[in-house]
């Protein structure tokens, strides 16, 4: 890190030199690589930084940077950050898009807040995110970890666990939608049957739909994650095992103390994005059941759908566009406070 | 970083984007000379060659009645899902159809034109029974679409299956409790069938729940001599109706092993010999044949069942062609032109009917599908008459329906918050479905609670 030294000798009615300033906190920290010598040049310069006004910045190139800069600023403009606002500002309206919006201050917040459905859904949603964390999280580590240790057919093994990532998503909801037919003649009660068990309800039942779900979004989410962790495992070093074997390590001895230390830092990155994925599930409730049978599979997601969307006369944009800034401020918090929480281990 | 001078480039980069996305929804319905352009939506995505063919031959008939306006037909469905960003964002067609259930809504939320002046224009303009061209008139009294194809809720059954089942087909069941008996022999007879069947997602379980409610003789809403509408799902008549499907699911075992179906999953179901009897629209062997590719000779229908108190009615749906509510006047008198030319004169006018009924036979689409009179019983049956020769639906089949609908008294939906109302209940007809135990009192009750809420704001 760099001294703050330079910035008192300048123009400073600011703090004497004695306090030091946090690292990366006041303007001069991050400039003079070389404290204590030239300090009068670096004085000057940062003297002339200080001066901002328009001709300079054109003198520094700002318009060039301006310029390369600009089809980023268009594009995130239009399509990210201004409808972001614009929700933010119809949250609080009551609109139809096409009569003039009225203002209705914490109106649409209230109404999710009092919808019996809106408590559902976060237990709906909770509920997924925790089995899909149960069973989909180990899963592409374990399989990555194995297929990693397979000499051959290597290549096979992982086209295999790619695969249902390269079909389309609905595509392959569709189809398990087909499978999980309840009747005995059914594709996965057919294969239940020979060995005698009885047919299952699957997403017919309040109770096993959920689970259904879970257990398609692991089939179709784990080969994006097996990948990553196949890539993360090719970059520990082969020395740690061979030290490992050296001191008398069992298989589980190396993955334990080489292999999951080693990937920490993925494991953390991909835990949280899972998080974050399953609180916005969407696309399993809403093709599987459309958040039937009684509500069971209703999530967050496909209730700001709802609001929105299947009242067939242009329904609750106020309350769709509160629920996701709710939602959105809630995985933005999570997210700092898990990467605070996380950062000592990661770092390291 | 945060210099006046990026600021100003930022916002000039900013307006550039908004001008950008101006340009997208301006809307240029006339040029100079007086021509008028207009865009209209009559066929569904996916409309056989031959429909399309004929469609475009009916447009230059139109054009050439009309010089003036130079119509663009393009393939389209209405979805509610997508009508009001359609509309803010300005790529809705000029004239569209929405259902019965919501074109009162619309006109009343301001989000569809008043044709009020073109409309009286019509030849047909007094012909119009009060009840029908109710549906597409607001609350200022002023009309805002033109009703056509009116259908009745009815019972659909797959003939084929009613044969291998041991029963007849031209004798269909004509009381629930028949509906109840035959459904349990399908079903054991023919393991894997669903002998009875109804919708249950996408507000579609609460929409067919109305119809069993309303044919009992109860009502989902009561309006109230000073217009105050009250939700009254919790009545006798709804939970006799919910005991109705309770007892074919759990003492019967007579509605399947799949519980989660829409209009065109059940449509689906049924093509394919899943299901033996569901509750549809008298018209949907329309859809079936065009979207399911279904047997017209497999298919049965008859009146669904009343019950003999003098409340009892049959639901009734049907579309109203309505206009662009940002178009200009030129363009909404050359929309009620279309619409009259396109949807009305065919059932009042022998010419435009039997071009209209050779077309759709040509393109194998439902000639004969059950409907209801727009205009009086006369016109109708005159229009039957007109269309005969090119019926491509066995008229037998259809006799059980057509001989009984007019005996029936047709009950319209609940009148307030009806989407809503039916979304609300969808869950409870699921419930009853998928849970022995279900707890409908309460759940109806909740019901009444949250639509209740709904209406009372309306007043405020």
Known sequence: MTSTVTRATTDAPGPPAIVPAAPGRGPASNRSSAPGSRTDDS????????RHNPITWVQRG????????????????VFSWTPIVESVIMSFQKTNLVTAPVFVGWDNFVAVFRDPVFWVALRNTGYFAALALLFGYPIPLVAAVLMSEVRRMKGLYSVLAYLPVVIPPVVSVLLWKIFYDAGPTGVFNT??????????????????????????????????????YLAALTSVSPDLYDAAEVDGASIWGKIWHVTLPQLRGILFITLILQIIATA???????????????NSTTTILLLIYQYAFTNSLGGAYGQATALSIMLAAFLAVLSVVYFRLTSRWSDE | MKSPAKIAVLAAAALA????????????????????????????????????????DRVKQFEKKYPDIKVKAIEYQWTGTTFAAELAGGTLPDVFNVPFTDSKTLANNGQLADITKYFKQTSTADKWNKNVLDVATGDD???????????????????????????????????LDEIEQDAKTISQKLPGVAGYMQMTKDNTGGWELATLTQALGGHLEKVGSDGKVTVTADNAKTKQALNWL???????????????????????????????????????IGSLMQANGFDQKKYGVTTFPLASNASAGILSGGNVDVVNVKDSPEQIAAAVKWIDFYRTQPTVDKSAAVKNAKTLAKGDQAVNAPTLPVFDKATWQKNQEWIKPYDNIPVENLKPFTDGIFDQKISPEPPSHTQDLYGALDPVVQAVLTDKNADVDSMLKAVDTKIQALVDADGK
């Not at chain 1, 004085?43 to 200080?50: D, E, I, S």
């Not at chain 1, 093709?287 to 039937?292: A, K, P, Q, R, V």
């Not at chain 2, 699911?249 to 093509?271: C, H, K, P, V, Y």
């Open chain 2, 246 to 284: 309770k007892a074919l699911r759990w003492n019967d075992d007579a509605m399947g092993s799949n519980f989660l179906f829409d209009w065109s999953g059940i449509n689906e179901a049924f093509a394919s010999g899943k299901v033996a009897m569901y509750m549809s629209g008298s018209d949907v």
């Open chain 2, 17 to 56: 984007g908004v001008g950008i996305l101006s340009g997208c929804s301006s809307n240029s319905g006339g040029s100079g000379d007086g021509q008028v352009n207009l865009v209209v939506a009559p066929v569904l995505p996916g409309a056989t060659a031959d429909a399309l063919t004929a469609l475009h």
């Open chain 1, 191 to 228: 294969i239940l049957s020979w060995v005698g068990i009885p047919p299952q309800p699957w997403i017919q039942d309040a109770a096993t739909a959920m689970p259904s779900l879970v257990l398609q979004a692991t089939w179709a989410g784990a080969g994006g994650t097996i990948i990553i």
């Open chain 2, 141 to 175: 009294g002023k009309v805002y679409g033109i009703p056509w194809g009116p259908y009745a809720m009815a019972l659909s059954y797959n003939r084929d299956i009613f044969t291998r089942a041991g029963l007849d087909p031209d004798k269909p069941p004509t009381t």
């Open chain 1, 62 to 77: 700002g318009l060039t940077t301006l310029l390369f800069l600009l089809p980023l600023l268009i594009i995130f403009g």
């Open chain 1, 280 to 294: 916005q599930v969407f696309l399993q409730p809403f093709l599987f059941t459309g958040g039937g049978p009684v």
């Open chain 1, 43 to 50: 004085a000057r310069a940062l003297a002339r930084r200080r």
